[in-house]
């Protein structure tokens, strides 16, 4: 009564409200249990981060167990499928240490890139095992293979480095953890990874093999064949040549 007075009601209106409200004394207020539930954007915010952190550790090791399937498929082998792992998660662990070491957290926004660097760095180490595997040489595979390499991730690179001048924290945020990743992975694969699979041969726990002599022929970038494959001759006669060497038609007889 005293509250109500102090706001300056009429007395009609402070026996109203007395007479309406739900509890006569604190002690009636106490002994009920009733559960209120809260709203408001920040509410909101709080619960779709705390479902999107949930259930991204199942969306990164689905995406990890797929990719593992795939490559295990495509060597056929367990040791060829850990080696070509070996970029993804060495560059996984990089990202994670830059991430700490510049205090970036994660959000909603930012792990979604996680699955997606894992489906996009994976491809640097196969295409170097491949071709390690196919010539025989890890040194040889990374004269051959790397300017690819390099070029197709430097242009996904690019397409991430727009997101740095964003505004918005958060998509800034991925745009720093893809470029890391990207960053990581590229350096590991076009040095540790050849370096590694020299190694395992030089030690004779690896075997790189050579292509098959009945691959079908294929040309390197520079234009010479690669080992194990028909290489074609220099002395080979060209479409010309051919035509020439074809006998004349003789006249007709008049």
Known sequence: EKSLAAYGFFDLVNQEILKSRPFKTLEDVQKTKKTARATGSTILVAQFTYIIQRETRWI?????????????????????????????ITGMLVMTGVMVLFDVKLNYFNVIVFPIIIGYAINSGIFMLFRSIELGSAVQALGRIGPPISASNLTT??????????????????????????????????????????????????????????????????????????????????????????????????
């Open 157 to 254: 690179f690019a397409g991430w480095v727009a997101l740095l001048v964003a505004v918005h924290p958060g998509v800034r945020s991925m745009g720093v953890v893809a470029c890391v990743g990207l960053a990581a992975t590229l350096i590991v694969s076009l040095t540790f990874l050849p370096a590694l699979l020299e190694l395992l041969v030089e030690k004779g726990w690896y075997h790189l093999g050579t292509a098959s002599e009945d691959a079908p022929p294929s040309i390197a970038f520079d234009g010479s064949a690669e080992p194990g494959v028909p290489a074609v001759s220099a002395a080979s006669p060209s479409l010309k040549d051919t035509a020439a060497l074809k006998p004349a038609k003789r006249g007709k007889k008049k």
């Open 60 to 88: 990164i090791a689905g995406t990890c167990g797929l990719v593992f399937v795939i490559l295990l498929v495509s060597f056929r082998n367990l040791k060829s499928c850990l080696i070509a792992l070996v970029p993804l």
